[in-house]
């Protein structure tokens, strides 16, 4: 069975408030998304890892792999305009891969696609999305809701909802290639939020696995503090 690893990267870095994209900003001398990708490579090293950034970004990155080394065997892949078109441009690098490499539709293909800023991502939980997959065809980690939420009822007031009815959604989120290619091939609608969405407009049933708090995603300055107590190991995460 051959795995690949989407790694989307795409961030613009406004929610942090200044111009490095986020997924470059440097937490204990590294971008974010080395990190990331070191966290791939730590659980399986046969993974092959495909990077998905804009064009604009491929000889910033090329310059950060050189001046501080990236030991993380990788490709990259141009982005699209949206997370959705990145994620194409992805699968059609794997098809080519897959046609080099000898591979038909009848060899298992499993393919995880995983946000750039989810540096801490463990691997008992992409082991545990894998495995699912394998099984079902596609499968994502979630956690429970922990805060309290409320829904607008669409006349300016809200009222409370059960909150153990919902899941936060993680990634990365992993599919057999054969699903998750045939979903890409439909036409893009604004409620495609994540994969698993675009791939349950197939009709197919997503299941889930648990997440791990610590599976943040840096959007916010907020965060960065997090990751920067993470990679610290300073006891406070």
């Known amino acids: 069975m051959s795995k690949y690893i989407l790694i989307v990267a795409g961030g613009k870095g406004l929610r942090m408030g200044g111009d490095l994209p986020k997924q470059f900003i440097p937490v204990h001398g590294k971008p974010l998304l080395m990190h990331t990708l070191e966290a791939f490579y730590r659980w399986d090293a046969s993974a092959q890892i495909v990077l998905v950034i804009p064009e604009s970004h491929r000889s910033y ?35 080519e891969a897959r046609a080099k490499a000898g591979e038909n539709a009848g060899d298992r293909c499993l393919v995880a696609v995983h946000d750039g800023v989810r540096p801490f991502v463990p ?46 959604v993680q990634t990365p989120q992993v599919f057999d290639y054969e699903l998750l ?57």
């Open 123 to 168: 691997s008992t939980v992409i082991e545990a999305c894998f495995d699912k997959a394998f099984v079902s065809g596609a499968a994502i980690p979630v956690v429970p809701m922990i805060d309290s939420i409320r829904e607008k009822d669409g006349r300016g007031g809200s009222h409370p909802v059960d909150r153990s009815r919902y899941m936060a």
């Open 61 to 95: 990155w090329n310059m950060l792999c050189e001046e501080i080394g990236s030991g993380v065997p990788h490709v990259v892949v141009g982005g699209g305009d949206t997370r959705f078109f990145s994620v194409k441009n992805g699968l059609a690098w794997i098809k």
């Open 181 to 237: 290619s045939r979903a890409y091939e439909q036409p893009y609608m604004a409620s495609f939020t994540d994969d698993a969405s675009v791939v349950e407009a197939l009709g197919q049933t997503i299941e889930v696995v648990p997440g791990e708090r610590r599976n943040v995603k840096i959007t916010t300055p907020l965060d960065l503090l997090v990751a920067e107590a993470i990679l610290g190991g300073d006891g406070l995460i």
